[in-house]
C-alpha cells in the first residue's frame, strides 16, 4: 500500500472491490443526517461534523469500514487535508480538500480543518443531509427572489442507487434480504418514499428469483 500525499486530488490502492462493495451495503443503511446546528453570518442550517461521524459509524462499522482519517499538509505553499477511508481488508480511497484561511491564525486553521474533515467525510462515505444543490448560484452575488424548498428528490436516488447496489451485490439473498428489510423499516418510518422500497423490492426479486430459477 502506498498512500502518497505527492498526489493532488483522489488517489486509492490498487483494488478497491471489497471496500466499493462494503460501502455500498453501508450506504443502504444510512440515516439522513438532520442539520444540528446554525450559521448565525449566512442564516443557515447545517449538519456538524460530529454528528455527521455519529450517524455514519454504525452503518460502516458493520460493513468493516471505519470513519476517515485526516492529516493536514502543504502541497506548493497551500494548505491541504488528506481524508483516508479504510477497509477491514486494507484497501483504501483517499481526498484532498484545501484549507481557506481568512486569517494566519491557530482558530482559523482549526476551523478550517473541520470544515474540510466534514466535506471530505461526506465526500468519501456518501452521506447525505439533504441540502439544496443550487447549481453554484449562492456563489454569485446578485441577489435573487426565492425559490421552492427542495423535495429531497437528489437525496432519495441516492439512497435508492445505494440499496439497490447492496442487494443486487450481496452474496447471499439472506443478506440481500437483510438490505431489502432494511429499506421496509426506512420507509415505515417515512425516512424514504414508499416507491424507494418498491423499486429495491423489484431489484431483489429480479436478481434473486432469477438465480433460483437457474439453479432450480
Known sequence: MNDSQ????????????????ALAAAQAEYPIVAYDSSNPHFKSKFASYANCCDSLRGPLTRHGLSLP???????????????TLRHSSGQWISGVAPLLMGKND?????????????????????????EPDDDGNSLHQESKPAGKKPDGAAM?????QGAINAITQAETEAEAK???????????????????????????????????????
Open 69 to 83: 482519517d485526516f492529516r493536514p499538509g502543504m502541497v506548493g505553499g497551500l494548505w491541504v487535508v488528506v481524508g
Open 156 to 160: 432519495n436516488l441516492v439512497y435508492l
Open 178 to 216: 437483510k438490505h431489502l428489510d432494511t429499506v421496509r423499516l426506512r420507509a415505515k418510518e417515512k425516512a424514504v418514499p414508499v416507491d424507494v422500497y418498491q423499486r429495491c423490492e423489484a431489484a431483489f426479486k429480479e436478481k434473486w428469483k432469477q438465480k433460483e430459477a437457474v439453479n432450480g
Open 6 to 21: 505527492y498526489i493532488l486530488g483522489p488517489s486509492s490502492s490498487p483494488d478497491t472491490s471489497e471496500l466499493t462493495k
Open 106 to 130: 491557530m482558530q482559523s486553521f482549526g476551523a478550517a480543518m473541520t470544515y474540510g474533515k466534514r466535506t471530505l467525510l461526506m465526500a468519501l462515505t456518501g452521506g447525505f443531509t439533504g
